[in-house]
Structure formats: structure tokens, C-alpha cells
């Protein structure tokens, strides 16, 4: 929990990104708030390493809506991955900004081969300021669009639906739990207000009719079947 500093410095002179500094690091009750939800205090000591310099501070390293747009252009851009990576538009967020979806498996040969398969969801971020989050949902990407036979064994029998980034806006405007609306957004899986909490509601239709039309071919080719008999 050490916290990090990025310095523009060390930065443009020896290529020295974000790293851990800070000493005396203290997280701890205070005594303001409205009396019914407490507030805290996060301390630490730390000296600059140089005089005449910008430096910023974060909680965990910073992963940001463009640099998951750049390494989404990046798999998009890629021939190989492209083939097995389809990637478009899930729905906007409250401030128009695009939540994106992926959807990664191996071409089927058949209809058949294609009603097989079982799907997986993932997401990530749905609380902004866990931005480790946003660097093991790059990690599993990296895997899954690789060349690895265990890569491609999974792509053989599954379909992933993925949601790299399900807020946006609050990773844009720098909230730690909360929406544009000021709302936990993992709190509200099951609301009905489609316009509140787009992210949230086009998320649980998208599973929901994965499921149905899964279910759908299921029930196509066991007529076929019954026929056949």
C-alpha cells in the first residue's frame, strides 16, 4: 500500500516512470464527518528528488481510459488476433463515453460446434480507482489473444465476453468507488434504470441474452436430433 510517485524529471532524463516512495505511511480514523460515516486520513513522508520538478502521487499504478483505448486499437490492428477478436461498442456511459466489449473465441465449423460452447464474462473496473484491476484484466488479455496452446484450447471450447473498463467516466474524472452519478455501480446489478446506469443495465441484457440465444441453438439442435431419430 506504499503509495507511488511519478516524477517529470526523472522522467524525461533517465525514462523513470511510477514507482513506490514514502515513509511513515499512516491510515487512520479522524475526527471530522457528519456523524453518521467517519472520514480518514492517509499520511506519508516523502522527499523530492529534485528541486524545480512536477511530481504526482497515486495509489496504484495508473491505467488509464486511453491506454486501454491504445491497446484495444492495437488488437484491433492485429491480423491474427482480429480473426478471433471481435470488438465493438457494449453501450455509452452517462458522459458518451464508449464501454467497450470483446468478444474472443475460435471460428466454429459448424452451428453446432458454436451452440457448444459455454460463455465467460469478465470485467473491470467497475470501481474506478482499482486500477490493478485494469493490469490483471491486461494480463489475461495478453494471454488469451496469444499463441499459447492453452490460449487456443480455451478459445476452442469457450466464448469470452469481456468488458475491459465498466466505468469509464469514473476512471476519466478520477473517483475511487463511484460513477459519474456519484453511485457504487457494484451495488446496482439488479436496477431497472437504463438511462442511471447504462454501464450496469446493457452488462446484465448482454448476459442475459448470450444465455437466451445459447439456449435457443441448444434447443434447434435437439430438434434436429429428435428428428433425426
Known amino acids: ?3 507511488l510517485m511519478y516524477s ?3 522522467a524525461n532524463t533517465h525514462n523513470l516512470g511510477w514507482r513506490r516512495e514514502g515513509k511513515e505511511i499512516k491510515y ?3 475526527h471530522m464527518g457528519d456523524g453518521l460515516q467517519p472520514f480518514y486520513c ?3 513522508t516523502v522527499q523530492f528528488p529534485h528541486d524545480q520538478d512536477t511530481c504526482f502521487f497515486a495509489h496504484f499504478y495508473p491505467y488509464t481510459y486511453t491506454d486501454l483505448q491504445c491497446y ?3 488488437v484491433a490492428n492485429n491480423p491474427v488476433q482480429s480473426q478471433f477478436c471481435k470488438l465493438r461498442t457494449l453501450c455509452r456511459s452517462l458522459a458518451g463515453n464508449t464501454v467497450y ?4 473465441t475460435n471460428p466454429s465449423q459448424t452451428p453446432q460446434e458454436a451452440a457448444a460452447k459455454k460463455a465467460v464474462v469478465l470485467s473491470a473496473r467497475v470501481h474506478p480507482g482499482e ?10 488479455l495478453d494471454f488469451i489473444l496469444s499463441n ?3 490460449a487456443e484450447l480455451l478459445r476452442d471450447i469457450f466464448v469470452f465476453k469481456v468488458i475491459p473498463m465498466l466505468n469509464p467516466d469514473g476512471v476519466i474524472v478520477g473517483n475511487y468507488r463511484c460513477s459519474l452519478a456519484g453511485r457504487d455501480l457494484n451495488r446496482h446489478y439488479k436496477t431497472i434504470l437504463k438511462e442511471s446506469f447504462p454501464c450496469i443495465w446493457y452488462t446484465r441484457n448482454m448476459i442475459q441474452s448470450s444465455l437466451f440465444l445459447v439456449v435457443i441453438l441448444r434447443s434447434k439442435r435437439a430438434k434436429k436430433e429428435q428428428d433425426v431419430l
Do not use: E, H, R
Open 1 to 3: 500500500m506504499k503509495p
Open 8 to 10: 517529470q524529471l526523472d
Open 28 to 30: 487512520y480514523k479522524n
Open 42 to 44: 492517509l499520511t506519508w
Open 72 to 74: 484495444l486499437l492495437a
Open 101 to 104: 466489449l470483446l468478444t474472443i
Open 131 to 140: 486500477s490493478n484491476g485494469s493490469w490483471v484484466m491486461k494480463g489475461f
Open 148 to 150: 499459447s496452446p492453452d
